[in-house]
């Protein structure tokens, strides 16, 4: 196809679609015109990879988030249209990049999972995995951030009103979900059903399409995304009321469940909403999978052997008594073997690094809004319990820990624990986190159910976050060793013998300072802040949390402007360039956003240290900037609370990009150091057990007290918070530093501090520096999600590539 054939398409798309000329289109029909036109290449390949996993065993990933960024370069480049494209393009002179910068990102997420989601989906696709996932469109995706005087502020963010193009309705396959009403059941000889769900509340499952492109080899899977819509039926309550515009208003109420993304907070507060969310999404999901698996011909009896199911953290866990439910009551499969079904098609993974934290949710709460899914799970712990009972006695305290439900004031249900139950394998996120699933957040089902437990370390997409992100450093890289690694990442090996090349050495200097000149440019453009490029950068960019130990940081920033100001230069002049969102119920992560923005009135103010250092907070963190942010970074500073990280995939995209690492050891940094070598990494602090052992006699207070420099920061803060806009709004999170510190960021200071003026040293010896760097990329690999994949595809999910 040449340079014509691109051209035509594009201007029929801007025509006769969008009904514009080159003289009325504006930039963003322009855009939505050459969306529209790289749509129409990849839906034959669409329909054609779809059409090849007939008959195959298919795998569903469900995830409640996803954060996918933008579609379109990505899209171009994975077809392999991206450079005739761009001159078909470029011949109306209209610059590329134009377009690309009006692509709306796809960010229907908070969390890292929805990250690690993003590339496991790329990851499958390249690899020609037969796999589908699920999803929710919300109409407010993450919030948008702003920052005034120094303090993060919300707004909403609707991603999606300006249209999406890369999606495709599919109101055939539009599903029902029920809320309320009663339980019914069928045959009275049948306890365990089936029942009759009657007199419930009717809700719309409309289902929007999203292609997710492989790497050049003409594979799309599919990401489904569920809408909730009002049925057509008024509530039952009209009848005695008859008031036509409260029934339509009630019943518009129904649209809403998909209409905000929660943002992260306490998973213990109850919400309707939010519990409707959840039973909405896996209840459309399970009914169109089941349906999927019949269409094809398939009987509902062997849904086990061709349909995995994956679930994303414990917020999908309704997943399993729903899948209870479409079997027994929908298709008449008898209960014991329904169960067996459902516990060989379902596997877990779970990110929970502490027990108390798990998700739960209020007997009462589900009763009302979901009373079958309520009498199933009541019926799953009854049947569960007599087995337990049946093998280990009447051990009345195994019973109540391995019981679904937990006993108190107000009894709850253990969704964490019914997402393990239910499925045949439950895996951690790290080698770490795996050994801290079986001992701190499951001991008793791992005691009961050793087998089901195993490690599946996260990994990055590196076709994304390296080929994708940092073209310049891809080319060099392709360059030296060939285009292998970009299919096959443990290839990057090879960059290892080119540690040591003045020529390899000097390029990737130049390719490191071109990334670091297009943050500066960005950062100016779109926010006003002057950086020196010249200076080393420091990153900080994730989500602000005092777990995430932000505040460490700040106090190894303020004791290198202590020192300036009593005469002492830096061995090198530094940038700390922060971003990231705080939850908006996160009271003291909002605080520490406000200390960062202070700190940095403090030090760019100053007329002795504005030269040496710079701080900046970079607002609304996403995906866009992340692009930006990794391939610019000289140091990645990855230094949450060992305790409760559980993996830390940033590290791995910096590391991809040629970053070196401060690490805490936790998560996936503890495999880091160990690939790298603590001579590549700057590991510091205590490890889990150290912290365990030292938390009951922890005292921060005396740890001040008996560190000059952190009396001295102490001190310079509270003697600057009075002349700072709504400074005293600072002072909780201070005290909780001073007198609990539950994120142990005083422990860790005097090693934290002692590893970055190891840093600063080696810095200055850049070609020391950039040879590590190097030695870096080679050893990333294994960290990329194609390894995760094929381990998930051989040992869980039982699935075959293309």
């Known amino acids: 196809m040449g340079y014509k054939y691109f051209r035509d398409i594009y201007i029929r798309y801007l025509r006769n679609f969008l009904a514009k000329d080159e003289m009325t289109a504006t930039t963003f029909d322009k855009f939505m015109a050459l969306a529209y036109a790289v749509r129409s290449e990849l839906v034959p390949h669409w329909i054609s990879t779809q059409r090849s996993y007939i008959g195959k065993r298919r795998l569903y990933i469900l995830s409640m988030e996803h954060m996918l960024g933008k579609s379109l370069q ?28 009006k692509d709306n990102e796809l960010n229907l997420g908070n969390s890292g999972k929805s990250r690690v989601v993003a590339c496991l989906l790329e990851s499958m696709a390249t690899l020609g995995m037969p ?159 089941v349906r999927r698996h019949k269409r094809n011909g398939n009987s509902i009896q062997t849904l086990d052997s061709k349909v995995a ?53 209020p007997v009462y709460k589900i009763g009302q809004l979901m009373p079958r899914i309520m009498q199933i799970i009541f019926d799953i712990n009854l049947e569960h319990l007599d087995q337990v009972r049946s093998q280990c006695g009447d051990n009345v305290e195994l019973l109540r820990n391995l019981s679904l439900i937990e006993e108190g004031e107000v009894k709850r249900i253990r969704f964490a624990d019914m997402a393990a139950l239910g499925s045949n394998s439950i895996s951690g996120v790290s080698a770490a986190h795996t050994e801290f699933l079986k001992s701190h957040v499951f001991p008793v089902y791992h005691a009961h159910y050793p087998k089901k437990f195993s490690c599946k370390s996260n990994g990055v997409s590196h076709r994304h976050w390296l080929y994708g992100a940092n073209r310049p450093l891809a080319a060099l890289i392709t360059r030296v060793i060939g285009d292998g690694w970009i299919r096959h990442p443990e290839e ?28 500066c440019e960005a950062m100016k453009e779109k926010h006003g802040i002057v950086v020196d490029s010249t200076m080393l950068f420091d990153m900080h960019s994730r989500s602000f949390h005092t777990l995430k130990r932000q505040a460490l940081h700040i106090l190894y920033i303020l004791n290198n402007y202590l020192k300036i100001k009593n005469g002492k ?134 740890i001040i007290e008996e560190d000059e420099r952190l009396r001295e920061i102490f001190a310079l803060l509270e003697s600057s918070l009075h002349s700072v806009p709504e400074g005293y709004a600072l002072y909780p999170l201070l005290s909780s530093l001073r007198d609990s510190d539950r994120s142990f960021v005083l422990t860790d200071f005097a090693d934290y501090i002692n590893k970055q003026d190891k840093a600063d040293e080696l810095y200055n010896d850049r070609a020391v520096w950039d040879s590590k760097c190097l030695r870096n990329i080679s050893k990333m690999g294994w960290f990329s999600t194609d ?10 999910w039982k699935i075959t590539q293309g």
């Open 309 to 361: 199911i994956h679930l994303s953290g414990s917020s999908c866990a309704l997943a399993i008594p729903e899948m209870m439910r479409v079997l027994v009551d929908l298709e008449g499969i008898e209960w014991t073997q329904a169960w067996e079904m459902t516990t060989k098609i379902f596997s877990y993974t779970s990110s929970a690094t502490h027990r108390d934290y798990t998700e739960t949710w």
């Open 492 to 519: 990057l090996e090879k960059f290892e013998a080119f540690v040591s090349n003045t020529g390899v050495l000097k390029d990737f200097h130049n390719v490191k300072n071109l990334a670091k000149n297009r943050l």
């Open 74 to 101: 990505k899209n171009m480049t994975n077809l392999g249209i991206e450079e005739a494209f761009a001159a078909a393009v470029n011949s109306f002179g209209i610059s590329i990049k134009d377009l690309f910068d």
């Open 569 to 702: 230069a830096p061995v090198c002049r530094r940038a700390f360039i922060f971003a990231g969102k705080a939850s908006p119920s996160d009271f003291l992560a909002k605080q520490i956003i406000h200390l960062v923005n202070v700190v940095a009135d403090i030090v760019n103010g100053d007329p002795d240290a504005k030269d040496l250092m710079k701080v900046v907070f970079v607002p609304n963190f996403g995906v866009s900037w992340a692009e930006l942010f990794v391939p610019a970074a000289n140091l990645s500073e990855q230094i949450s609370t060992v305790t409760n990280e559980p993996a830390g995939t940033f590290a791995m995209k910096y590391s991809f990009n040629g970053a070196l690492t401060l690490a805490s050891r936790c998560g996936t940094n503890i495999e880091l150091i160990k690939s790298l070598g603590e001579e590549n990494i700057f590991a510091f602090g205590k490890t889990t057990e150290e912290i365990i052992a030292v938390n009951s006699h922890y005292n921060p207070g005396k």
């Open 131 to 289: 796999a589908m996932a699920y999803g929710m469109r919300y109409d407010y995706g993450q919030f948008r951030q702003e920052i005034k005087n120094g303090m993060q502020k919300e707004c909403p963010n609707d991603c999606l009103h300006k249209g999406h193009p890369w999606e495709i309705i599919r109101s055939e396959y539009i599903g029902m979900v029920k809320f309320a009403g009663e339980c019914v059941r069928v045959d009275e000889s049948l306890p365990l059903g089936p029942y009759e769900w009657k007199g419930a509340e009717e809700v719309y499952a409309m289902p929007y399409d999203t292609p997710l492109v492989g790497h050049k080899n003409d594979v799309i899977n599919t990401l489904r995304l569920w809408s909730a819509w009002a049925s057509e039926e008024f509530l039952p309550d009209y009848m005695y009321h008859n008031d036509y515009v409260r029934a339509c208003e009630e019943k518009s109420l129904s649209g809403r469940i998909t209409k905000v993304l929660f943002p992260d907070e306490d998973v213990k507060r109850a919400h309707d909403m939010r519990i409707k969310q959840q039973y909405f999404f896996v209840s459309a999901s399970i009914q169109d999978i």
């Open 787 to 796: 390894r995760l994949v094929k381990e998930f595809a051989s040992d869980i």
